[in-house]
């Protein structure tokens, strides 16, 4: 069993950065791959960002390459979405998420969901 807690959310005005952190509990943090997601209101929960257990791969959604980096700290079982570049767009309610196998980029894939923190971009 493994949980997931979000923090580092927050109000940041348009071109503004903020780092959220992902903590896990659970002795087999590593041997999940992660990811990021985000839901604004009246939309679906969309792929963001997802990186291989080891963080040696990662993967993007088009519209975030270039201005988001996922990571993470294996010996703090913590997982990272740093945001850069931020725009009001970018204003949603973001979720970190674990997976064994499957897609990266599908949401059913992953069987761990923390409960989100939300992020609110200003124009």
């Known amino acids: 069993q493994v949980q997931l807690v979000e923090s580092g959310g927050g109000l940041v005005q348009a071109g503004g950065s903020l780092r959220l952190s992902c903590a896990a509990s659970g002795r087999t943090f590593s041997r999940y791959a992660m990811g990021w997601f985000r839901q604004a209101p009246g939309k679906e929960r969309e792929f963001v960002a997802a990186g291989s257990w080891s963080g040696g791969m990662t993967y993007y959604a088009d519209f975030v390459k270039g201005r988001f980096t996922i990571s993470r700290d294996n010996a703090k079982n913590t997982v990272y979405l740093q945001m850069n570049s931020l725009k009001p767009e970018d204003t949603a309610v973001y979720y970190c998420?674990?997976?064994?196998?499957?897609?990266?980029?599908?949401?059913?894939?992953?069987?761990?969901w923390g409960q989100g923190t939300q992020v609110t971009v200003s124009s």
């Open positions: 998420a674990f997976r064994l196998g499957g897609s990266y980029y599908s949401r059913t894939s992953y069987d761990y």
